[in-house]
């Protein structure tokens, strides 16, 4: 791997940590390029303000999106992600509220409190998928209309622990969280 010139300025644990963000933003698949940017931008002017953040974000992500690309080319046609987008899907035609990659649980019970007649809520967030895309387990929380967790042996909670792993995404209830192994392989466009 190069090195993108910027980063020849920076100490090796600075550009480690950037290189580790861009990784982390192009890999979830949910942030577009500009959110990209702008999370990039932000972190090269805290972490390196002597850096043209300017300059060496693109570098940044243009870095992490040809690895990505390479690794891509030999993913199976069905990808982990995948079959959980398929889950989602199914749990929203339930007439749970999903909401993915937000920024906090107050934005997503903002969702949840919105929504007509919700049968629960289903959310992870944004460092949620980041830490999927490092150690391959995603934390789904999963609440009820009135924003209480779940519990053990309650009806909703086996309900979607059945789905995921029904569809080859093994998960279990721990610590108030649904864990879910797979390999965060989504498909990006930039």
Avoid: C
């Amino acid at each position: 791997m190069t090195t993108p010139e910027g980063l020849l300025a920076v100490d090796e644990r600075t550009a480690r940590e950037l290189r580790g963000l861009a990784r982390v933003l192009v890999r979830s698949g949910y942030a577009d390029h500009a959110a990209v940017t702008a999370a990039l931008t932000e972190a090269v002017q805290e972490d390196a303000p002597s850096m043209d953040a300017a300059a060496l974000v693109p570098l940044l992500i243009g870095e992490a999106f040809m690895d990505l690309q390479a690794e891509a080319a030999d993913w199976p046609a069905t990808t982990d992600p995948d079959r959980l987008d398929a889950v989602l899907a199914e749990l929203e035609f339930r007439g749970l509220v999903v909401v993915r990659y937000t920024a906090d649980h107050h934005a997503a019970r903002r969702v949840l409190e919105a929504a007509a007649d919700p049968k629960g809520l289903v959310f992870f967030t944004d460092t949620d998928v980041w830490h999927a895309v490092d150690f391959g387990m995603l934390e789904l929380k999963l609440w009820h209309p009135d924003t209480a967790n779940v519990a053990p042996g309650e009806p909703l909670l086996d309900d979607v622990l059945a789905l995921l792993n029904e569809r080859a995404l093994p998960a279990v209830f721990d610590e108030g969280r649904i864990e879910v192994t797979l390999n965060w392989q989504r498909r990006v466009t930039l």
